[in-house]
């Protein structure tokens, strides 16, 4: 089955900075990647995703490439803010019709500094 | 809004008792997941449904059973409950697509579950 790799597990950044966040995959049949934020008492939510024929997708400051050759995946976020303080995970799935699992990396805590 | 409601937020049960996790979704998706969320592992698939009374095991299936009668309810029981099950229960739903869809899941808020 699909094995996700999530690092780091805790990532600290000051407001205003960068913070990246990456994942690997191994099963190259996979192509659906998406990235949950959770926030503290709340479910998993969906705040950008990626097919494999597709390597780099924006939504305002947040951003997801992908290497399908290397397989691994990165998220983005620029100009942190406070409310990007929350656990993020990334997914994979081979979307090949019927239903499967997402298979999730153990998540990052991003923490952003004042 | 779309949503995914689990009936109890926190939950505290003890030894061997046998529990019911209810999950309603109001969006008629197809599919329905039961994960389990721990510190430092991350989210792990126990059951899913593509279909009324159809399930499928997923990676951690041991120790739990599901329950789909009904298109809009998905149930985990645990049939004796043991303190190794103490977790965070995540319900989700997505929609079957055509082949060239993907699709994205819905999560509920979780049930804290205390097995004491």
């Known amino acids: 089955g699909e094995n996700v790799e999530q690092h780091p597990s805790t990532l600290s950044v000051q407001e205003g900075d960068s913070a990246v966040i990456k994942c690997t995959y191994s099963?190259?049949?996979?192509?659906?990647f998406p990235w949950y934020k959770q926030e503290l008492g709340k479910g998993p939510q969906l705040i950008i995703d990626?097919?494999?024929?597709?390597g780099e997708k924006k939504d305002q400051r947040i951003a997801v490439t992908l290497n399908k050759t290397a397989k691994h995946f990165s998220l983005h976020i620029t100009e942190t803010q406070p409310e990007d303080s929350a656990v993020y995970f990334c997914?994979?799935?081979?979307?090949?019709?019927?239903?499967?699992?997402?298979?999730f990396g153990k998540g990052t805590h991003l923490i952003i500094q004042p | 809004d779309v949503k995914v409601t689990q009936s109890s937020r926190y939950l505290v049960k003890r030894t061997g008792e046998k529990v019911f996790l209810e999950c309603v979704q109001d969006?008629?998706?197809?599919?329905m997941f039961w994960y389990r969320q721990d510190p430092g592992l991350g989210l792990r698939l126990i059951y899913f449904?593509?279909?009324?009374?159809?399930?499928e095991k997923g990676d951690i299936p041991e120790g739990y059973s599901v329950s789909r009668e009904k298109k809009e309810r998905f149930s985990l029981i645990l049939e004796s409950a043991s303190t190794n099950q103490t977790s965070m229960y995540l319900c989700?739903?997505?929609?079957?697509?055509?082949?060239?869809?993907?699709?994205?899941?819905?999560f509920g808020s979780g049930t804290r579950l205390t097995v004491v």
């Open positions: 099963d190259s049949a996979s192509n659906y």
């Open positions: 990626i097919r494999s024929n597709v």
């Open positions: 989700a739903s997505s929609l079957s697509p055509p082949m060239t869809t993907f699709r994205s899941y819905t």
């Open positions: 969006m008629d998706h197809e599919n």
């Open positions: 449904s593509y279909d009324v009374k159809m399930k």
């Open positions: 997914a994979a799935l081979y979307s090949g019709g019927g239903a499967d699992g997402l298979t």
